[in-house]
């Protein structure tokens, strides 16, 4: 840091008036918690992305941790500086006191959209992918983090889809007992493993599970368990009957791939991998999605 960036930080204000500072250059694509636009900081004078969280979304959910002194998402965010996953360049509060990120602008597409439009440029591209997120999580689980919402939307393509990005530490927690008890349901019903649902304890298998859902859909452009229900319901299949067989909808994947996912998906959490490292060990010399 120059000796400019360092004066501008010794006098910048305590809160961020996002209106002054950005000039909004994509309306806001809204998630579960927050607003996310495409923006020119005037102050960095650069095309950012800036995410502003709901106030009382995000007080309801940190509510839930009250006493257990939970990180903001902007303080685990800063804390990667990782080519797979998305760089926060600074964090803090505006002058309405919601909390907002800005990081580096992703021109690519969500892997939801993706997955949605059964995209051609996913293929050729799965196992890459696969690798990417994978080695992603690994990076925040060797952090000591439980990502907690791992899905299709959370991760951005590049343009051509050959390599993504890990987004979105809105539900990132630590992963320390304290916030592995049960009861903490949050995440997207579609990819939560059977222990959220169930509420019982947890750990970062969990995310495993849920990349297991997120690979299965990128690789068959269906969920392992079916159904267009998005709502709390459609976890309850995911310990009540069997995932369809991955090879049953897409015959010609390589085989040791496939069968990686599936253990992803396994009900019970000591049936997955004990780690991503593990995963990418196992598809280590697999050189193409299909046989």
């Known amino acids: ?14 809160k961020c008036d996002v209106q002054a500072r950005f000039e909004i250059l994509k309306e806001a694509i809204s998630g579960t918690m927050s607003k996310f636009y495409k923006a020119r900081d005037r102050e960095l ?9 709901d106030f009382d979304k995000t007080e309801f959910f940190e509510n839930r941790f009250t006493g257990l002194e939970k990180p903001q998402e902007g303080e685990i965010a800063e804390q ?22 800005i990081m580096e602008y992703l021109p690519g597409k969500g892997l939801n959209s993706l997955i949605k439009t059964k995209s051609e440029l996913l293929q050729g591209n799965r196992l890459k992918l696969c690798r990417d997120m994978a080695t992603a999580l690994a990076t925040v689980h060797d952090a000591g983090f439980i990502h907690r919402d791992v899905c299709p939307r ?3 393509c590049s343009k051509d889809a050959s390599a993504l990005k890990l987004i979105d530490f809105g539900l990132t927690v630590p992963a320390t007992k304290a916030f592995m008890q049960p009861g903490n349901r949050t995440g997207t019903p579609n990819y939560m493993a059977p222990e959220i649902v169930r509420r019982k304890t947890t750990d970062q298998r969990l995310d495993i599970f849920a990349f297991g859902v997120t690979a299965f859909q990128m690789t068959t452009f269906q969920l392992p368990w079916g159904g267009g229900d998005v ?7 995911h310990d009540t009957k069997p995932p369809t067989d991955i090879f049953s909808l897409y015959p010609n994947l390589n085989p040791d791939l496939g069968n990686a996912i599936m253990k992803c998906v396994a009900v019970k959490a000591e049936d997955r991998f004990s780690s991503f490292n593990a995963f990418l060990d196992t598809i280590r010399k697999v050189q193409s999605d299909e046989v």
């Open 1 to 14: 840091m120059g000796f400019a960036d360092k004066f501008r930080a010794l006098f910048k204000p305590s």
């Open 45 to 53: 004078d650069k095309v950012v992305g800036l995410k502003v969280c």
């Open 80 to 101: 990667f500086d990782h080519p797979l996953i998305v760089k926060t360049l600074e964090h803090g509060t505006t002058t309405e006191d919601e909390q907002y990120l």
């Open 154 to 156: 959370n991760f951005i």
């Open 231 to 237: 709502t709390g319901k459609a976890a309850l299949n």
